[in-house]
């Protein structure tokens, strides 16, 4: 990939809680090395008046997909945490494998999964997680409002206490709903997959990524899912900015 005209166009996707602001380094990174790079504010982060859920979420990026794949671009999605299943979600129809037998231009091409959390058609984030591992915030009025301390400590380990504090006191609040919202599209039967795996997550465990990759396998018709394991904690974006890049780069070919 010696040229910009070959690299494919990146989305990356946040997690939850997470404002795009906590990515837009990493964005600019990939740009900086020859990428189309754009990233979604997701729906679900931050209050609004009626509480949008992981539909929505999928629909804003399935939009941004839709419209670079119309234009003939290969996509490739970067979704991080809770981004992993609204990434699932919003590549139904989306796929480049399903875009050519419709005749169409351009599609997505891979998904780099950031210790993200994938479910089984039919399930949701609550489902992936075991009873008592989603335990650092509290719902009220329909949002989950998170325990910064309790936050900091897990999330952001690889950081001082005080760094980790800092990053969590700037996460707004998530809609709850988006949190039991079931996928309905394996986008991993279509599309080729990469995880970046954080060895050292105290949230989306090993265990927990582990179990997650072999259910993907479980619907890939033999394919295996590419993994990319890394030292590091939850938030990699604001420990281990430049090994998200890496990694990235390791995936789509532009670097050994």
């Known amino acids: 990939?010696?040229?910009?005209?070959?690299?494919?166009?990146?989305?990356?996707?946040?997690?939850?809680f997470t404002p795009l602001a906590f990515w837009v380094p990493i964005i600019a990174d990939l740009k900086a090395h020859g990428y189309d790079a754009h990233g979604i504010e997701l729906e679900t982060v931050g209050r609004r008046d009626k509480a949008p859920g992981l539909y929505d979420d999928a629909a804003k990026v399935a939009a941004l997909a839709s419209r670079l794949a119309d234009e003939g671009?290969?996509?490739v999605l970067v979704p991080h945490s809770y981004g992993g299943i609204v990434a699932c979600e919003a590549s139904k129809g989306l796929a480049k494998s399903v875009r050519e037998r419709e005749g169409k231009p351009g599609g997505?091409?891979?998904?780099i999964f950031v210790t993200a959390v994938v479910g089984l058609e039919g399930q949701s984030?609550?489902?992936?997680?075991?009873?008592?591992?989603?335990?650092?915030?509290?719902?009220?009025?329909?949002?989950?409002?998170?325990?910064?301390a309790s936050s900091a400590a897990v999330a952001f380990s690889d950081l001082s206490p005080e760094e980790g504090l800092a990053w969590a006191s700037k996460m707004p609040d998530h809609s709850a709903i988006s949190f039991t919202q079931s996928l309905t599209y394996g986008a991993y039967k279509d599309v080729a997959v990469s995880y970046l795996f954080c060895e050292h997550d105290k949230l989306v465990t090993p265990e927990v990524q582990n179990k997650i990759i072999a259910a993907m396998?479980?619907?890939?018709a033999g394919r295996r899912v590419e993994r990319h394991l890394v030292r590091s904690d939850h938030a990699i974006n604001a420990s281990h900015p430049k090994t998200v890049v890496e990694v990235v780069r390791k995936a789509l070919g532009d670097v050994e």
Do not use: N
Not at 108 to 111: A, F, N
């Open 1 to 16: 990939m010696s040229s910009t005209t070959t690299k494919p166009s990146i989305i990356v996707i946040p997690g939850s």
């Open 73 to 75: 671009r290969d996509v």
């Open 108 to 111: 997505i091409v891979r998904i």
């Open 125 to 148: 984030v609550k489902d992936v997680f075991a009873d008592g591992e989603l335990d650092f915030f509290h719902v009220e009025a329909g949002y989950m409002v998170m325990d910064a």
């Open 217 to 220: 396998e479980s619907e890939m």
